[in-house]
């Protein structure tokens, strides 16, 4: 896709999903506004409808966003309209709900990350990318003495020393939320701030930009 037209198709799905969220953003290589995408990257807090037990206790939830996907997916099972499309279709985390979505459709890859308002900014940001802003960032945070679990937010190494966690064993994000260490972020601008600088603006985070900066001061 051109920019123009993953910009055009990105928001048509916005609108068509937003009804359904509490929060969305269009991330990934759109929002950094790269030439020619390769797919749309959405961030969002879906609404979502909790079913309760005689005693009050959540016994199930339901993910609007998720819902309209399969929805989606089994209405247009083995349509084809015209040519180059694709079989619209659920390619993965459809059984269930998780982090992520990957939904084909018919001109394009959809790919919705579910977040919710406590790691919505780091989400966002790392799916905003690039590959290599995210390693940047991480490696200046660990030189300050800090650890970036993407999908869920920073906190500091010693905390995590002091809790017995091991940020590269797997469950280590999980056992940091569960243990309070995350420090919070609301914006995109907090996560910077525990790194010691300024929001980086989407555009700029591609590597040539980095590299022209990075070592005047940045």
Request: hydrophobic share 40%.
């Amino acid at each position: 896709m051109n920019l123009k037209l993953a910009t055009r198709w990105s928001l048509a799905i916005a609108s068509e999903l937003s009804p359904l969220c509490h929060r969305l953003e269009v991330a990934g290589s759109i929002r950094r506004h790269r030439t020619e995408p390769g797919d749309i990257d959405i961030v969002c807090i879906p609404k979502r409808q909790e079913t309760k037990d005689l005693l009050g206790s959540t016994v199930s939830t339901t993910n609007a966003v998720l819902e309209w996907s399969r929805s989606y997916a089994e209405k247009c099972k083995g349509q084809l309209t015209g040519p180059g499309d694709q079989v619209p279709r659920i390619i993965s985390g459809g059984e269930r709900e998780g982090k992520q979505l990957i939904l084909q459709l018919r001109k394009c890859q959809l790919d919705l990350w579910f977040a919710t308002e406590a790691n919505f900014a780091t989400r966002l940001l790392m799916r905003t990318g690039s590959k290599e802003h995210n390693i940047w960032l991480a490696t200046r945070l660990t030189e300050r003495g800090m650890h970036w679990f993407p999908y869920e937010g920073i906190t500091t190494l010693e905390a995590l020393r002091a809790a017995n966690i091991n940020p590269s064993l797997p469950g280590a994000a999980d056992q940091a939320v569960s243990a309070n260490l995350i420090m919070p972020a609301g914006t995109e601008s907090d996560l910077y701030g525990y790194a010691g600088i300024d929001l980086i603006a989407p555009e700029n985070r591609e590597l040539p930009w980095l590299a022209k900066h990075i070592d005047s001061g940045l």
